[in-house]
């Protein structure tokens, strides 16, 4: 079975700029999150979809995070404007959601860089 | 939020075995993971316990458990210099999973 999928794996842009993220998670996943790794650090929660729906954003900084999970499948993270410090490892994970141990799979991030 | 400690680095040589120590706040944990990271890459789980478990064998990994003292290791043994990467421990929390900072392994021949 393919893994989850994310794009682009580097991104570089100029302060200000906006910046999008991609992921497919593995098929039949109906739990999608998005983490973000600052260099250094364990990841943090940003989002967590439960097919369609956002039950958990209470960390995303919604000032100029957003993100959207068309479907229950696909999502997409962006920011917009980008800051300095927003520099790090986005990564999506998914997971099932009945009968599981709760594991997550990851995909292998995509790594962005603010100039 | 809870939050999960690791110590930052161990470094071991090839053929001896591996002690990463983790300690975790939230007693209602039910599950609690092992992740690895390599240079570049997602999380790989690499072996997890549930919460009434001591102690969890999986081929060259042990994972132990104290919950009085809230603590989880991952012992591996005959450590290889392909198991150089960076260890997460997590708990769960509801649904989501709280990873520790990470303690990186470094193995030298």
């Known amino acids: 079975e393919a893994g989850v999928v994310q794009s682009p794996r580097y991104k570089i842009i100029e302060k200000k700029q906006p910046v999008a993220f991609w992921c497919n998670p593995i098929?039949?996943?109906?739990?999608l999150y998005w983490y973000l790794q600052n260099l250094g650090q364990g990841p943090e929660l940003l989002i967590r979809?439960?097919?369609?729906?956002?039950?958990?954003d209470s960390q995303l900084p919604k000032d100029r995070f957003s993100a959207e999970r068309l479907k229950g499948v696909d999502s997409t993270l962006k920011i917009q404007p980008a800051e300095l410090g927003d520099s790090a490892v986005y990564l999506c994970?998914?997971?099932?959601?009945?009968?599981?141990?709760?594991?997550?799979?990851f995909g292998e991030g995509s790594r962005l860089t603010v100039l | 939020g809870e939050d999960v400690e690791q110590s930052l680095f161990l470094s071991v040589r090839e053929g001896d075995s591996s002690v990463i120590n983790c300690t975790y706040t939230d007693s209602s944990s039910t599950y609690l993971y092992w992740y690895k990271q390599e240079p570049g890459a997602g999380l790989q789980l690499l072996t997890y316990i549930f919460s009434n478990m001591d102690m969890k064998q999986d081929q060259r990994l042990t994972v132990l458990l104290n919950k009085k003292d809230k603590h989880l290791s991952l012992r591996i043994a005959d450590t290889q210099t392909g198991d150089s990467a960076i260890y997460f421990c997590a708990e769960r929390e509801d649904d989501k999973l709280i990873f520790g900072t990470g303690t990186r392994l470094q193995v030298f021949p």
């Open positions: 098929s039949g996943h109906n739990t």
């Open positions: 994970a998914s997971s099932r959601r009945q009968g599981n141990t709760g594991e997550l799979f």
């Open positions: 979809y439960e097919n369609e729906e956002a039950v958990d």
